[in-house]
């Protein structure tokens, strides 16, 4: 390229050529054409924290070029996080005119309901690849192109949250000119089939697609796909003991710009205001509110009795990986929300992770239910806290004479699993399990 430079600045007046050159000079400079070499780049994440690289992060600045007019994805896994987190850009270069081509698979359950409806939600050409076989689909291929180059970023990388920043990933990234003996000719040659949509294994993403997918187990809610592939777990009793005792690792955050959705649940706010007409009868005021649920796991705890039974002890398992305390460091606190029997939500509680040298972990609530005595050892309440952020919670306690109490019970002593009668059993499950045995709890 310098060597072009130097050739045009000297001779290309001489040789009556100019507008040749100064056209072929400004493709240069502007990255249309790619002179004689392609650019190549490892793009790890996960991993060296310091060096703020991800594929998502790529993903965004290619996006945001607005140098393509065309981009292709055949890619294995997808959730609603990651999906959503791309909604913004996809359907900004859908208004630009770019053609956009969605290949995913739905293979072990790795794509959820939730992110294809997001996915049809975009209005582009949109299809899943899937066979009767024990082969699976498995690529991860991200393609942008224009007239003149492409860029092509292939690795380990799902179309998932922690598939594209959190996750300990890597992937190369190709920008090269097309051309017959381009890496590009070679894509195109090889997925021929399923890039010029006549493979018979291709199916077009549709709503009553997603819903026989879904009726037919192939595809899951999206946390059922969270507990499987993020969490590392199908269902978790976080108060059994591990054999193994590994460290923890901090994740990657989220690069400016990649903001996948979050789950809205609607819920009903009741406050109390004085009457000045009449004292004995308060003023009762009813609003509708929506709260974000960035987390989707549930935790069944019983509490245990005691006249401060308000003071709910966990194991230390449960203290730091659910609510993200830390042993000792009593500086940590909890925003917890209280969710009461007609579904109102009551005022945010700012409560202090308390840990002490006879090993007792606990946090305070406060609530109507724990305003009266203990009930007793064969009637303990259970608490609900489902997990809304890292630090933030609604809650509910059952007593033994509310409706849900039996059936949540029954679940709580049938899948937990304690070592001596007189535990206490707690167990975290996705929001669904809850969905199926409280259908009245608002989330």
């Known amino acids: 390229m310098v060597f ?118 975009w209005g582009v050409e949109s299809k899943i690849f899937h066979t009767q076989s024990v082969n699976i689909f498995h690529p991860k291929i991200y393609l942008f192109e224009n007239t003149d180059i492409f860029t092509l970023i292939i690795g380990s990388n799902n179309l998932t949250t922690m598939g594209l920043v959190k996750n300990i990933e890597c ?41 026989l997918l879904f009726a037919d187990k192939i595809i899951v809610t999206e946390s059922e796909r969270a507990d499987r592939y993020d969490n590392g777990r199908d269902q978790i009793t976080s108060a059994s003991k591990k054999s193994i005792t590994f460290n923890g690792a901090k994740l990657q955050r989220n690069p400016s710009g990649y903001s996948p959705k979050r789950r809205q649940v609607k819920a009903k706010r009741i406050t109390q205001t004085a009457n000045p007409t009449n004292p004995d009868q308060p003023i009762i005021s009813v609003s509708n509110e929506s709260l974000s649920v960035n987390g989707e796991e549930v935790l069944i705890a019983e509490i245990g009795g ?49 840990s002490v040298k006879s090993h007792n972990y606990r946090f305070e609530i406060r609530c109507t239910e724990t305003e009266g005595a203990y009930p007793g050892d064969s009637k303990r309440p259970i608490g609900l806290f489902v997990k809304l952020d890292n630090n933030k919670f609604l809650y509910q306690i059952l007593l033994s004479n509310y409706p849900a109490y039996n059936n949540i019970r029954k679940f709580l002593y049938r899948e937990s699993k304690v070592k001596r009668k007189d ?3 707690r167990y975290i499950v996705h929001i669904e399990a809850i969905h199926a045995l409280y259908p009245e709890l608002i989330v």
Request: hydrophobic share 40%; glycine share 8%.
């Open 306 to 354: 005691g006249p401060r039974w308000k003071q709910v002890n966990f194991p230390v398992e449960i203290f730091e990986n659910f609510f993200g305390a830390e042993r000792g460091n009593n500086s940590y606190n909890i925003e917890l929300i209280n969710i009461a029997q007609n579904g109102s939500l009551g005022d945010i509680e700012i409560r202090q992770a308390v």
């Open 4 to 121: 072009f430079l130097f050739f045009h600045q000297r001779y290309g007046e001489k040789l009556k050529i100019r507008g040749f050159y100064r056209n072929f000079a400004h493709k240069l400079h502007s990255g249309i054409i790619v002179a004689n070499t392609m650019d190549t780049k490892i793009i790890g994440q996960g991993y060296n924290l310091d060096a703020d690289t991800s594929v998502g992060k790529e993903l965004i600045e290619l996006f945001n070029s607005k140098r393509y007019d065309t981009f292709t994805c055949l890619v294995a896994f997808a959730s609603y996080g990651g999906i959503s987190a791309l909604t913004p850009y996809i359907m900004r270069e859908k208004e630009r005119g770019v053609k956009i081509k969605v290949i995913l698979g739905v293979d072990q359950k790795g794509t959820s309901k939730e992110a294809l409806e997001e996915v049809l939600s």
């Open 171 to 211: 992937a190369l990234l190709i920008k090269d000119a097309k051309g017959a003996h381009s890496v590009h000719n070679d894509f195109y040659i090889y997925w021929k089939s399923i890039l010029d949509g006549t493979e018979s294994n291709l199916y077009t993403i549709t709503q009553e697609l997603i819903d």
């Open 423 to 425: 535990e206490l059993r």
